[in-house]
Every structure is written in C-alpha cells, then in structure tokens.
Nanobody, 122 residues
C-alpha cells in the first residue's frame, strides 16, 4: 500500500485548502481511510476518517463543521476539504489506510502517507 498526500500549502486564516491522498492499492474499497496531523511540538492526532463505502465518517471535535472527508472510489483518492482554517490548524497532515476497520489511534495505523504541510497565517 502506497499513499501519496498532496495539497498542502500556505493559506490565510479563514481560507480553505483541499488535501488529496492517492492510494496505490489493488482494491481501494477494501480500505478505510483516516487523516491525522502533527502540529509543531505536539503529538500526532486524529482528524477525520471515512469507511470503505463513504457513508460513515468521523471527525475530531476540533475540526467538526469545518473539515469534510470524502473519497472517490473510481480515482482511488481520499480528500480532506478544510474550510475556515485557523492558525492552530497549522500542522503536517498525514493520510492513513486500514483494512481492518476505521482507525482513530495513530498507534493502530499500519499504512501511512508521507505527510503534507499546511500553514495557516493569522
């Protein structure tokens, strides 16, 4: 399983970004996907997750209502739409895949993408 995250960058507070995670897997719909982030000086934390069918989603309280996770099972890609960004959203964002159920704990993740940096200026 190879995951390629992209879409990070510099944005002003209140702005939006869309992250993408392209997965190189044999059967994309076998996997549930999650997004995590690691802010400077902090532990990696769960942000959002989506099941294989796209009908079950979970969000951390810190991003609920501002971020939206989705997936395209034809393009083998998972997205994280981030709106109303805040300076505290500044972090490296990682996508993760699991074939054994939705993963919200970093310690349980088996497959990681390489991370993409999001910087939100005030």
């Amino acid at each position: 399983v190879q995951l390629q995250a992209s879409g990070g960058g510099l944005v002003q507070a209140g702005g939006s970004l869309r992250l993408s995670c392209a997965a190189s897997v044999r059967t994309f719909t076998v996997y549930d996907f999650s997004w995590f982030r690691r802010a400077p000086g902090k532990e990696r934390e769960f942000i959002a997750a989506i099941n294989w069918g796209g009908d079950i989603r979970y969000y951390a309280d810190s991003v609920r209502g501002r971020f939206t996770i989705s997936r395209d099972n034809v393009k083998n890609t998972v997205y994280l739409q981030m709106d109303s960004l805040k300076p505290e959203d500044t972090a490296v964002y990682y996508c993760a895949a699991s074939a054994v159920g939705i993963t919200r704990s970093p310690g349980e993740v088996r497959y990681w993408g390489q991370g993409t940096l999001v910087t939100v200026s005030s």
